[in-house]
């Protein structure tokens, strides 16, 4: 490295240190302080429920509640691994809705959270191919009830989306994960007509709000880092993908977005040990984010930590 290469770096990690301590001043940086949950700004089984209200009865109403309440129950017990008390309180409320005399349309509700909690268990199971497909039944599911009761699942699809690219990295195959959460952001951002992941029902879909797309955009751009954060050097095929979504964004990304482009050419500069570059990105990327994308932040300040010491 020549010594105005080093002088250029130099620049420019002391403006990268300038912004991030305006960014703690303000806050901006936490994931604490944006008011968006794990499941976005509304949770998505209340928001069904909500606007089933003036087609289903007050009982339907309040079973689907009692089951939604026991079925996060059961999530519960299964992320502290335990498995029996999970699995039980979880056939239990397929039990209840099995035996109600459900509407098609509170059936439709109950189902798809069923499918994505039974995908739940298989992924806990190892059986990663029964993951999969339980996920996408959730979002064939999904698909129904906005195509036949005008539901807003669009959010929900995308999230579904993005936990069968998470089966994909605990299998191991995390260059297909990552291919999937890329083509994610792409049809999220650029092309929303196609959906991208080859399976589950495709037909017409609701639009999304910018805050909506922003929050869902933080959650698939930070599962990326998840793996560019690890895999350093990434594989050619990774590197490959994210490159080919860099020359997408540029030609049509729209400005409110920019952020996500700049975010993407930091990391892949930096798995092409290009420091300055890197740093040039990041620096653009601060400049932009605006406290509206907290996970997708807190990954590259984990690759500026052992960048920059």
């Known amino acids: 490295m020549n010594e105005n290469e080093k002088n250029?770096?130099?620049?420019?990690?002391?403006?990268?240190f300038e912004l991030l301590e305006a960014d703690f001043k303000t806050g901006e940086q936490s994931e604490n302080n944006s008011s968006q949950k794990e499941n976005g700004p509304n949770d998505y089984s209340s928001v069904h429920i909500v606007h089933t209200a003036k087609n289903i009865s007050l009982e339907e109403i309040i079973l689907l509640e009692k089951a939604a309440l026991q079925r996060e129950e059961a999530l519960t017990e299964l992320r502290k691994n335990e498995f029996e008390e999970g699995r039980k309180k979880l056939e239990e409320t397929r039990e209840m809705v099995a035996e109600a005399s459900l509407c098609r349309e509170a059936f439709l509700i109950a189902a798809t959270y069923q499918a994505s909690a039974d995908g739940f268990v298989f992924l806990k199971n190892r059986d990663y191919s029964k993951a999969v497909d339980a996920m996408f039944k959730a979002i064939d599911?999904?698909?129904?009830?906005?195509?036949?009761?005008?539901?807003?699942?669009?959010?929900?699809?995308?999230?579904?989306?993005?936990?069968?690219?998470?089966?994909?990295?605990?299998?191991?195959?995390?260059e297909e994960s990552f291919k999937i959460a890329l083509d994610l952001v792409k049809y999220t951002v650029v092309d929303s007509v196609k959906w991208?992941?080859?399976?589950?029902?495709?037909?017409?879909?609701d639009v999304i709000d910018q805050e909506m797309k922003l929050f869902v955009l933080d959650q698939l751009v930070s599962q990326l880092g998840e793996i560019l954060v690890i895999e350093i050097p990434a594989s050619s095929a990774i590197l490959d993908n994210l490159k080919n979504i860099i020359e997408e964004l540029e030609k049509s990304i729209l400005p409110e977005y920019g952020v996500i482009l700049s975010w993407c050419k930091?990391?892949?500069?930096i798995h092409n040990d290009?420091?300055?570059?890197?740093?040039?990105?990041?620096?653009l990327f601060l400049k932009s984010h605006k406290g509206t994308l907290p996970k997708t932040y807190n990954r590259l300040l984990q690759v500026l930590k052992t960048s920059l010491t």
């Open 196 to 205: 991208p992941l080859g399976k589950g029902k495709t037909g017409q879909v």
């Open 141 to 174: 599911t999904n698909q129904e009830l906005h195509e036949d009761y005008g539901h807003r699942v669009e959010q929900r699809r995308i999230h579904l989306g993005r936990n069968i690219a998470k089966v994909f990295y605990l299998e191991g195959k995390k």
């Open 8 to 16: 250029k770096i130099e620049q420019l990690t002391q403006k990268v």
């Open 274 to 283: 290009n420091q300055s570059q890197f740093l040039e990105n990041v620096i």
């Open 266 to 269: 930091s990391f892949f500069e």
